[in-house]
């Protein structure tokens, strides 16, 4: 059996225009992984595209529709290049919304999964709002563009530019989308999704501590967020918005401290 080429989008944003030093360093390590990387930038320099390694197509668009409209323009790209042909493809979706701190960690632990026909995976899944695998970090086989209803979904992505509407028709509306199609979501991170239970008896228990304790229900959270400190030690990775709001509530004593002195605090707070 021929092994599948890996191939890449990488969906970039930056506030003023600029790339971070992490994100360069991704890039130079998935060269030796991905046997094609597609980035795609909103409002990129053309400064900042020179550091940018060689070999890497780079795809400039307008600030609109986030970074799903991103993933589109890169598949689009691909959908020529290779002509239309993804069957002996495995595609994986990236964003710069994550910090890449020790980006090895992140990528040795996603190109090594193999990718079965009727699967949808993600770095992690979420129940937040509804069962999702969140769209940072997603890959599948490209077998599923057989599937017409998945292929005409992607075709028909439109730049959205109101948030809210972007997570529900798309972030969220892709999961159903797989659902809808008999493919299954996984996701290599579990520990938020085992900390719900099926048993009958332990179910009761976990609301009453919900209820009158205020035990947070972790699963039905972002896992990222909530459970930063094993993403970190795991996939090498932080959540960008993470960093720069702080927020008590997600426990991040010490995260700046631990990006100050690999000199990514700044890279992260002026993204």
């Not at 299954?184 to 009158?212: A, C, D, G, P, V």
């Amino acid at each position: 059996m021929n092994k599948k080429e890996k191939i890449l989008v990488f969906a970039h944003y930056h506030s003023k225009g600029l790339i971070r030093r992490d994100v360069l360093v991704f890039l130079k390590i998935s060269k030796k992984i991905f046997t094609k990387v597609v980035f795609v930038s909103t409002k990129i320099k053309k400064k900042e595209i020179k550091k940018i390694p060689k070999g890497i197509r780079v795809i400039k668009k307008r600030n609109i529709g986030y970074d799903f409209y991103s993933y589109k323009k890169g598949w689009e790209f691909l959908k020529i290049k290779i002509n239309d042909n993804f069957s002996n493809k495995n595609l994986f979706f990236i964003n710069s919304s994550i910090l890449f701190v020790k980006p090895e960690k992140l990528l040795n632990s996603i190109s090594k999964k193999s990718l079965e026909n009727k699967e949808f995976w993600g770095l992690s899944r979420s129940l937040e709002l509804t069962d999702h695998v969140s769209t940072y970090c997603f890959f599948f086989s490209g077998i599923l563009f057989e599937n017409k209803n998945i292929f005409n979904w992607w075709k028909n992505i439109k730049p959205l530019n109101d948030r809210n509407k972007v997570v529900a028709k798309y972030e969220l509306g892709l999961s159903e989308l797989m659902i809808r199609n008999d493919i299954e979501l996984k996701s290599l991170y579990k520990k938020n999704l085992q900390l719900k239970t099926n048993n009958f008896f332990k179910k009761i228990i976990q609301r009453f501590k919900e209820i009158f304790f205020k035990v947070p229900k972790y699963y039905k959270k972002n896992p990222i967020n909530y459970f930063w400190k094993d993403f970190y030690n795991k996939y090498g990775i932080i959540k960008v918005k993470l960093v720069q709001e702080n927020n008590e509530k997600y426990k991040t004593d010490g995260l700046r401290s631990i990006l100050k002195n690999k000199n990514l605090l700044d890279d992260a707070l002026n993204n």
